[in-house]
């Protein structure tokens, strides 16, 4: 059926003609009827250049409700626990929201974290977040909602660009932008470069003589060009690479991740319209992990894995036809491999054995997607059908000494994953409207989760190569009211359930020696990776925004209650997940006179959340006050100020089984100039 639809709608794209003239833009295929019935959100690239940090890990926290795996961000995070999720789907570090640049997956290959320092705020031209999973256009992922960026375009671009910024700790941080025209088309290109001394993680009464500043050094570019090729069809070109190091405020834990990717679009754009998408990324890891003795004064290496190469392709195909019944169907697929390399088990400073873990999936799906558009309703269902397959798993651990070698081979495994969506919007006149929706959606494990161990100080976390896709089923409910031409009002209640949730679970406590992570000591707990029965989570999601004249502001607030259920591991059944708070709340209040100056405020808060799956270490709540304030010199120069935490607030990222709290997102003053 998705076949003939596809057939049929590329035969009208061949017999559609326009002499209109067309404008090469650079984007994927038009927006569709059915957003009206998302919980949608929209970042601007203005939204992007009032972020004080400059992140965009840290951006997307002014969307309630949406949250990394730790309060930290790049700069001093472990780049393992960058992730995105949303709605209090959380408990494991890797992503359960899908972000999509250009139309191509982002997560990492191999373990599914994000590598945010790759995606420079200048380069980016708008950003979507869906809160609400089962989208059947994208897929496998797609569990918690996801976000799309998209590069920006001509229409938002100079022809030269950037900004030098000074900031505390001897931070540096300059991005560069560049547009040129081709004939029939366009060029840009795009780098970013930032450094810095970092700050101590550990909070000052529970530091040692061991504690240092994290610094760290990230770079960034991006090269595009996008022609028009024949009437109304755009080629789309892409290449982009990242280098990413950083210390985590301890010796032998220095980490290192790097990156390429390339892709190639083709769209066709009318009333019928066309897209053919393929793609390649590259990605390499190192990283050391550390025990620390409990007076902080010693470090030792207790794991090196000085190689974590991994691949990530894909492909997709898909046709759209507007008109009171939109219609797109497509089919994609996704194949990811790599492997750690490690050395572990170190005796007197020197590793005695090695560690090799890896294995290959791949995803296969297809997918279509209808909307009826009325004068008062809008009807939007969606359905895929998804072919996983997870193959050539192994465990290869040998002594250095080169005798002894343990071969641990993994059945291959492969199975169907049936998603969808239904949803509907009503305008029920006077600028209200009111939406609902019910979805599936699911995620297949990462070989990270499958093969992986890891340690976080004293404490170890064994990989699961039986763990299970995870599923998640839920249901919304919303409205939009515009309470005046100057106030919009957006509030949506949400139920969903995640089950099979891959969780870290807390199996015993040093010191012993346990199966896949060797020994731990009495100031750590041993972890395993396992599907929990479900993961369920209820809220509420409300945005209020205002803008009178110059002056803007926008109040938001998030309510996640979300609870582990659980039957075979009754100590966390009722339990919330780990790093999942209860509430999020965000204000902001901008001013801008004529693009000549401008000011803004932003306040967020995050309530208390729990370090561990046994809700036993506490992280407290924080209320933190960033700002930006800008003046423009000429046409061409602005003076740029920021200042992030300004009240030095304490935001406590990470707690040790032995109380040792780790800290994120100090006060940090910047100022710079933008040229364009």
Do not use: C
Request: glycine share 10%.
């Amino acid at each position: 059926m998705i076949g003939l639809a596809m057939l049929l709608i590329a035969a009208e794209v061949s017999a559609t003609t326009d002499p209109a003239e067309i404008i090469v833009t650079g984007r994927g295929l038009d927006r569709s009827a059915s957003d009206e019935t998302f919980d949608l959100v929209t970042l601007t690239r203005d939204d992007a250049r009032r972020e004080a940090s400059g992140r965009l890990e840290n951006l997307l926290k002014a969307v309630p409700g949406v949250q990394g795996f730790r309060r930290s961000d790049s700069r001093s995070s472990h780049p393992t626990s960058q992730s995105i999720t949303m709605r209090g789907l959380g408990g494991n570090a890797s992503s359960r929201a899908l972000l999509i640049l250009d139309g191509v997956p982002q997560a990492d290959p191999f373990g599914g974290w994000v590598s945010f320092p790759a995606y420079s705020l200048y380069r980016i031209g708008s950003i979507r977040v869906a809160r609400g999973g089962g989208s059947a256009i994208w897929g496998a992922g797609a569990l918690a909602g996801t976000v799309e960026l998209e590069s920006a375009t001509p229409d938002q671009l100079a022809p030269v660009e950037g900004s030098l910024m000074a900031g505390s700790r001897r931070s540096v941080e300059a991005n560069a932008s560049m547009l040129g025209s081709i004939s029939r088309g366009f060029v840009t290109g795009s780098a970013s470069f930032s450094r810095g001394d970092g700050f101590v993680p550990i909070v000052r009464e529970d530091r040692g003589p061991i504690d240092r500043r994290a610094s760290y050094r990230q770079a960034s570019a991006v090269l595009r060009g996008v022609v028009e090729v024949a009437s109304r069809t755009e080629l789309q070109l892409n290449l982009s690479g990242f280098d990413d190091r950083r210390d985590r405020g301890v010796a032998k834990t220095d980490n290192r991740s790097r990156g390429a990717d390339a892709s190639v679009r083709l769209v066709g754009r009318g009333r019928a319209g066309w897209s053919l998408l393929g793609y390649v990324q590259q990605r390499r890891f190192a990283s050391q992990f550390a025990a620390i003795d409990a007076a902080r004064t010693t470090s030792t290496l207790t794991l090196d894995q000085y190689r974590v190469p991994a691949t990530g392709w894909g492909a997709r195909g898909e046709v759209s036809r507007a008109g009171p019944v939109e219609l797109r169907a497509g089919l994609d697929l996704r194949g990811t491999e790599g492997e750690t390399d490690e050395h572990y088990q170190f005796v007197a400073g020197s590793p005695t054995r090695n560690r090799i873990a890896g294995g290959r999936s791949m995803t296969v799906g297809a997918f279509a997607d209808a909307t009826v558009s009325r004068p008062a309703w809008t009807f939007n269902a969606s359905a895929r059908l998804d072919r996983w397959a997870i193959r050539d798993g192994r465990v290869e651990e040998a002594l250095l000494s080169g005798t002894g070698l343990t071969e641990t081979w993994f059945a291959d495994r492969s199975g169907w994953q049936p998603t969808g969506r239904v949803a509907a919007a009503w305008r029920a006149g006077d600028g209200l409207t009111f939406r609902a929706s019910a979805y599936r959606g699911w995620r297949l494990p990462t070989l990270n989760e499958l093969y992986r161990p890891f340690r976080i100080g004293a404490d170890a976390t064994a990989a699961n190569a039986a763990l299970d896709p995870e599923t998640a089923a839920g249901a919304e409910v919303g409205l939009a009211a515009r309470l005046t031409p100057a106030i919009r009002l957006d509030l949506t209640a949400f139920s969903v359930r995640l089950e099979d949730a891959i969780a870290n679970v807390t199996i015993a406590h040093g010191p012993g020696v346990f199966s896949g992570v060797g020994f731990v000591s009495a100031a750590g707990s041993y972890r395993r990776r396992e599907n929990l029965d479900a993961i369920r989570s209820r809220g509420v999601e409300a945005a209020l925004s205002a803008t009178f004249g110059a002056l803007s502001a926008r109040l938001s607030y998030a309510l996640a209650d979300a609870r582990v259920r659980d039957r075979t591991f009754a100590d966390v059944d009722g339990l919330r997940p780990a790093q999942v708070p209860r509430h999020q709340l965000a204000a902001s209040v901008d001013w801008t006179r004529a693009d000549a100056i401008g000011a803004g405020v932003t306040a967020r808060f995050v309530s208390g959340q729990f370090e561990d799956d046994a809700n036993r270490r506490h992280l407290s709540g924080a209320l933190t006050i960033d700002a930006f304030a800008m003046r423009r010199i000429d046409r061409h120069l602005a003076l740029t100020f920021r200042g992030e935490n300004l009240f030095g607030t304490r935001v406590e990222a990470a707690l040790s089984e032995r109380g040792e709290t780790e800290r994120a997102n100090p006060r940090t003053l910047w100022i710079g100039v933008a040229f364009r």
